[in-house]
């Protein structure tokens, strides 16, 4: 079993869809959790950053964090063609160590 | 949020010569910076993290002495890949942590291609 798993699409919804894109792992001292977004041939943006269990909303975007289901959401409202891109989740222990990427979603986000 | 540079965005040498890619954190100070590698349609590998002043740590498998890593200052790190051949063709992305905030900020990468 890998230590973060993630569905690797490619997703393809219409333009002002609501989008899930999810996450699970193993690893139960991951405590930091984080989304980025990569467009082809560029590096990865940092779109969220939370701690520990919860929610956290900015703009269009919502993260979820659930530790109990070793599960990680993001939600992307109103999706634009410029989502259209790979989805990254990210995940780091309590020290500063052993962060580890997700395969990554791609998304496609239609016209 | 933070800015991480890169330079160049792209390069292309000759089998056997060796490429000095920069990776600069511009608006923030960072004493950690990382280096990974993307092939086309994977996702980023692991190479090394290095700590201002201090030996870079090198991912398993990765040869140390063919891609050498200085981190000189708080705001600049070194990836130098020595007798470069057509198989270290790759995508090269550094990333930079901001203490404060314990996430990593990543710079635009850098195409490399070995003829």
């Known amino acids: 079993q890998k230590e973060v798993e993630q569905d690797p699409g490619p997703l393809s919804v219409p333009e002002g869809a609501i989008v899930s894109l999810n996450c699970t792992y193993s690893?139960?001292?991951?405590?930091?959790f984080m989304w980025y977004r990569q467009y082809s041939r560029k590096g990865p943006e940092l779109l969220m950053y939370t701690y520990s269990s919860g929610n956290k909303e900015d703009g269009r975007f919502t993260a979820q964090v659930d530790k109990s289901s070793k599960y990680i959401s993001l939600f992307i409202r109103d999706s634009q063609p410029s989502d259209s891109a790979t989805y990254l989740c990210?995940?780091?222990?309590?020290?500063?160590?052993?962060?580890?990427f997700g395969p990554g979603t791609r998304l496609s986000v239609l016209p | 949020g933070a800015v991480v540079s890169q330079h160049p965005s792209w390069v292309i040498c000759k089998s056997g010569t060796s490429v000095k890619i920069e990776c600069r954190s511009l608006?923030?100070?960072?004493?950690?910076m990382f280096w990974y590698r993307q092939f086309p349609k994977q996702s980023l590998m692991l190479m090394a993290t290095?700590?201002?002043?201090?030996?870079?740590?090198?991912e398993q498998g990765v040869e140390k002495d063919k891609f050498l890593i200085n981190h000189a200052s708080l705001t600049l790190s070194t990836l130098t890949v020595t007798s470069a051949h057509p198989e270290d063709s790759s995508f090269y992305i550094c990333s930079a942590r901001d203490p404060p905030r314990e996430a990593q900020y990543f710079g635009p990468g850098t195409r490399l291609t070995v003829t």
């Open positions: 290095s700590n201002e002043g201090s030996k870079a740590t090198y």
């Open positions: 690893n139960s001292a991951f405590q930091y």
């Open positions: 990210a995940m780091e222990d309590n020290y500063g160590q052993n962060f580890v």
């Open positions: 608006d923030f100070q960072a004493t950690t």
